[in-house]
């Protein structure tokens, strides 16, 4: 396989996948420290959530965070717009449509992965989107669901939503079964089509397609982008979030000269986000449960992913758990004192919107 030239390597894009309980503000802020191209996408956002609660907890985030893509689940054209308005207004780069997940709670809401079976909403949903916003709208779907999972039927769902103005899919390459499977086994038990992903950006050449489902390595990432657009990567990226640090070098030939070079020096860097995050009352384990395997594979990783378990939930945990957890991976390090550190507007650009 020849090597892409350098034109053609920032024409892909690599992202990390929207993930429920999992792709929030401080997962985000701590993944970009990480790499600066890769695209990140929130979990997903209920219009009604947005629409009647705190639009400031829902829509929130740093401005370091960008690229940033908001996901939205729903399935009244109407409301979508709404929120996907907001969105734009807050400052969001991409309005993203969940119609790829497959739980039951989703299902009973009415959006997700059973909206395959409605294709004509799903492109009334995207044509009230993308008139109600000057940003990209962009769908994230499943190969099929159930035993609604003909070739035939995805390209009739694609040819409608790209009619109504939706320019770029991200298809995870595995249908789902909404009878049967729980989400878990969803991610797994169905087979990959990566072919069958690859054929839809042969029939449809003027989209852009992404690939998701079971990249685990950027060596895979690489291998696609030769077939796709782009390459979204799941929960390898939350397994093993160190792998970022390789992303914006490898993939796109464009190292970041203020990227951290070690895991250790990206938990100092994080430090200041942590102290600015306990000072406005959220408490410490939001922001570890998404460090703890940040030393996958490495020496001291199992104690150190133990002891911010055991400690970050407690009442009035502060920075010293971080501190402490890391003398199982790094024992001679010795920290600045927090008041000598630098402050957070040097490490993790904008502020809270």
Not at 53 to 61: E, T
Not at 141 to 170: K, P, W
Not at 179 to 199: A, D, H
Request: aromatic fraction near 8%; hydrophobic fraction near 40%.
């Amino acid at each position: 396989m020849q090597p892409m030239n350098s034109d053609r390597l920032m024409d892909r894009e690599f992202s990390v996948a929207p993930m429920l309980d999992v792709t929030n503000r401080h997962c985000r802020a701590l993944l970009r420290l990480l790499s600066r191209h890769t695209r990140l996408y929130t979990e997903m956002m209920v219009t009604g959530s947005i629409i009647y609660g705190d639009r400031d907890h829902f829509l929130g985030f740093d401005q370091s965070e960008h690229p940033l893509a908001i996901q939205l689940g729903g399935s009244d054209p109407a409301q979508l717009a709404v929120c996907a308005k907001l969105a734009e207004e807050r400052g969001y780069d991409e309005i993203n449509l969940n119609v790829g997940c497959p739980s039951d709670r989703v299902k009973n809401g009415m959006f997700g992965a059973c909206l395959m079976a409605q294709p004509e909403l799903v492109a009334e949903c995207v044509g009230e989107m993308i008139q109600a916003v000057n940003i990209p709208v962009t769908l994230k779907t499943r190969t099929g669901i159930d035993d609604m999972d003909s070739y035939e039927a995805l390209q009739q769902f694609v040819r409608l939503n790209a009619a109504a103005g939706c320019r770029h899919l991200i298809i995870h390459a595995r249908k789902a079964w909404l009878k049967g499977l729980s989400p878990k086994q969803n991610r797994s038990v169905p087979p990959l089509q990566y072919e069958t992903v690859y054929r839809l950006k042969n029939d449809f050449p003027e989209l852009r397609i992404t690939l998701n489902g079971g990249v685990m390595d950027l060596d895979q990432v690489q291998t696609h982008f030769a077939k796709v657009d782009g390459v979204m990567m799941g929960r390898q990226a939350y397994h093993d979030p160190w792998l970022l640090s390789e992303v914006d070098e490898r993939l796109f030939k464009q190292p970041n000269p203020d990227a951290p070079q070690s895991r250790l020096e990206a938990v100092e860097r994080f430090l200041p986000y942590v102290e600015k995050q306990l000072s406005q009352g959220v408490s410490l384990r939001h922001m570890t449960r998404h460090m703890l395997q940040l030393f996958h594979g490495q020496e001291g990783a199992k104690p150190w992913r133990r002891y911010l378990s055991e400690y970050g939930p407690r009442k009035n945990a502060g920075i010293e758990v971080i501190e402490k957890a890391l003398r199982f991976v790094a024992p001679q390090t010795c920290f600045v004192p927090a008041a000598s550190r630098p402050n957070e507007s040097t490490l993790m650009s904008g502020s809270i919107r």
